[in-house]
Structures are given as C-alpha cells and as structure tokens.
C-alpha cells in the first residue's frame, strides 16, 4: 500500500508521467516499467481511451502507485476520477469549480496556471502544486523568475518537457516536471526505450537537483 502522501511520492520522484491518448494495455504494462525504475506515480488523462477504467485497473495493479487523473475540466470529471481510484487530480487551468471537488473528496489538486497572479491564486484557492502550461516555451528561466518571491509554492512546469531541457526546469527550482509524449508517447510500446527513457530522465532529475543546490 501507499504510504507516503502523493504530494510527497511526485515531489520525491521529481517526475509526473502524463499518459494521455493511451491504450489501457499499454498504460498498464508502462507504468509497471517506470515504478520498476523509481517512477512510482502516472497521471491519466480523462481524454484517453476508458480513463476510469485505466485509473481503476491501475490501482488494482499496484497499491504502491500513486495514480492521477488530468485534464479534469468540471466538478462532475472530478466526483468519477474520485469514484474509479484516482489519489490526485490535475486539470490544464485555475477552476475553482474542479478544486473544490477535489477539496470535497479528500484530494491533492494541481491546478493549472501560466502567469503569477494565476499561480498565486491557484495555491491560495488550495491546490497543493501548480501545473505551470505550458512550460516549454516558457524555459527554466521562467520558473527560476517565479520561483524569486514565490519560494513557497511547489511548481510543476509541463508541456514541452524534454530529456534537453528537464534538468534545467529542476534546477531552477521545480518541485517536479510533468513528461507526456517524451515519456508515454508511441515508443512507450518498446520496453527497452522506456527503461532507458526513464533513466535518463530520473538522472536528469538528479542533476538538476544538484544544481539547484
């Protein structure tokens, strides 16, 4: 079973896998990939094929997973990811609508945000990390920029994170980065890709943790 809070499983991890278009099968079969490599969390994204059956199957998998939903757009997405298992749930922008069913559900929320102001309210409205989107345009210096009067806000930059630019985003002070298609895009199929993806990305992790320090 978890037992760390997930905040503290994707903080500790420094990576939030973003699944989103996937087949059930292969998001089951990756994720047991990336938790053998440390990886122990997978947000599943509710646009995907059967999202709350993948988010059940996937807690059913491995009780040691923290599993997300994404792209939760409405209380009612929230109150069915909650239904079908899912421990976390993050959504592309700031809805109050989306934090507060999270709230009455018992769930960590990584709302969505761009600008400062955005981010300040996200955080103070409850959401325990804010997804900054989209990031890779943005580049490390952004969130460094931020991260200057606003230390106290656990950032997660997503959208365009690459195997390039993922130790720059850490350390400049991000408490995660969120990784689609560089991650669990259409090569996930090929294991022995993955591994090495995740490896890579878990030591650039490392990096930039040792930079920021």
Wanted: hydrophobic share 50%.
């Amino acid at each position: 079973m978890l037992t760390a809070s997930v905040i503290e499983v994707i903080r500790g991890c420094g990576i939030l896998p973003i699944s989103r278009g996937v087949e059930p099968a292969m998001v089951l079969r990756s994720a047991a990939v990336l938790a053998a490599e440390g990886i122990s969390v997978i947000e599943v994204t509710l646009d995907s094929p059967d999202p709350y059956d993948t988010i059940t199957a996937l807690r059913r998998q491995d009780g040691r997973l923290a599993v997300g939903a994404g792209t939760v757009r409405s209380g009612a997405m929230a109150g069915r990811a909650a239904d079908a298992g899912a421990q976390f749930l993050v959504s592309p922008g700031f809805q109050r609508e989306v934090l507060e069913a999270a709230a009455e559900r018992g769930l960590p929320m990584i709302a969505g945000a761009m600008t400062p102001t955005e981010i300040v309210q996200a955080h103070a409205q409850g959401s325990a990390m804010v997804k900054v989107f989209p990031a890779g345009p943005l580049g490390p210096d952004y969130i460094r920029l931020i991260l200057s009067p606003l230390k106290d806000i656990p950032l997660v930059p997503t959208g365009g994170i690459t195997d390039a630019n993922a130790a720059g985003f850490i350390a400049a002070g991000a408490a995660a980065v969120g990784i689609g298609s560089n991650l669990l895009g259409a090569r996930a199929s090929d294991r022995a890709w993955l591994q090495t993806q995740a490896r890579v990305f878990v030591r650039a992790v490392a990096e930039g943790r040792s930079r920021h320090a």
